[in-house]
């Protein structure tokens, strides 16, 4: 039992030169796709709650369209549905993009978080109080510095909790991966299964490994909330 146990640790963990441990590619889509997605959220953000119309509904249906399908589908569309397309593979660029499974779950990922942070900032961008924003114009600030120094500051602190919500749910839904053919944690624990059978132990290190990250994450955002979010 405890001989079973230590090979299905390695079969997560282990990592040489040739192969990364499943629990490496899961951290690593998760960071790659909160990157991506959140240097993406804040302009669109700042859009979302731009009066202009024709700047802020491409951006609400682009949120709509995100939110309201599963992750699942959407990775599915891009890994194998837009390279199903002629156009895409006759380019050199796009068939190198799209026939990798690594680059479309970090596109589907940061695609679909991306939409949910957008949603929070701009959330938090409309909930800033009213005196704030006089206060800075008063001061003679443009629309850029007023964004740059009080609105966005201020939007990505106060909504502190619940970015960290959607980051651990990000965690969760790497578990989809694997459909592109991914090593991640679930993809190793699948064929840990396949090749065992013994269910509870591979997936149980797996949920365990995943809850471990989450608590980690956790930790992380409360120590955040305290500093910046001290004054509440």
Not at 93 to 109: E, K, V
Not at 119 to 128: K, P, T
């Amino acid at each position: 039992m405890i001989d079973t146990l230590t090979q299905f640790w390695r079969a997560f963990l282990y990592w040489d030169g040739q192969r990364v441990s499943g629990l490496a590619v899961t951290l690593w889509l998760l960071v790659a796709s909160l990157v991506v997605g959140f240097l993406m959220a804040v302009p669109l953000a700042v859009a979302r709650v731009s009066t202009n119309r024709c700047i802020s509904m491409p951006v609400r249906f682009y949120t709509y369209v995100f939110r309201g399908t599963p992750l699942y589908v959407q990775l599915l569309l891009i890994y194998t549905g837009i390279y199903s397309f002629e156009f895409i593979r006759s380019h050199e660029l796009t068939d190198a993009f799209f026939r990798s499974g690594y680059h479309c779950a970090i596109a589907a990922f940061s695609l679909n978080t991306c939409a949910y942070t957008t949603e929070i900032f701009a959330g938090a961008m409309r909930s800033m109080s009213h005196g704030e924003v006089e206060a800075a114009r008063a001061y003679g600030m443009n629309w850029f510095t007023l964004y740059r120094r009080i609105i966005i500051p201020s939007s990505l602190r106060s909504s502190l909790p619940l970015y960290g919500n959607e980051v651990i749910l990000m965690l969760h839904a790497t578990s989809v991966a694997f459909t592109a053919t991914v090593p991640d944690i679930l993809k190793v624990a699948r064929d840990a299964n396949s090749a065992t059978y013994q269910s509870f132990q591979a997936f149980g290190i797996a949920a365990l490994l995943y809850m471990t990250i989450s608590f980690a994450m956790v930790a992380v955002f409360r120590r955040a909330e305290r500093h910046w979010l001290g004054y509440l």
